[in-house]
């Protein structure tokens, strides 16, 4: 099992830019498919961004794309998602995830962004 650790959230105004960084530990993540989900109150988690391992393959929800960037350093244990053109409907608690050989299996604790008007 691998413990992720993100990092980097905040409040920011909209327009504004956040990194966040995902730290991973107890295995090496340079084999596995990393993704971002992110929750806001009251909905339910989705998918926003995913990585496959070598970081020459990337996919975006719809909602994300040209603003953010998913990637990934693997000497560093480490993904990343550059987020620009923040939006008040960004708000969220954001996740990284590994994804292992059936699904998402292992998750971070999440970091909130706040994106105010």
């Known amino acids: 099992q691998v413990q992720l650790v993100e990092s980097g959230g905040g409040l920011v105004q909209a327009g504004g830019s956040l990194r966040l960084s995902c730290t991973a530990s107890?295995?090496?993540?340079?084999?596995?498919?990393m993704g971002w989900f992110r929750q806001a109150p009251g909905k339910e988690r989705e998918f926003v961004a995913a990585i496959n391992w070598s970081g020459g393959n990337t996919i975006y929800t719809d909602s994300v794309k040209g603003r953010f960037t998913i990637s990934r350093d693997n000497a560093k244990n480490t993904v990343y998602l550059q987020m620009n053109s923040l939006k008040p409907e960004d708000t969220a608690v954001y996740y990284c995830?590994?994804?292992?050989?059936?699904?998402?299996?292992?998750w971070g604790q999440g970091t909130q962004v706040t994106v105010s008007s």
């Open positions: 995830a590994a994804h292992g050989d059936v699904n998402w299996g292992d």
């Open positions: 107890g295995r090496a993540i340079s084999s596995y498919p």
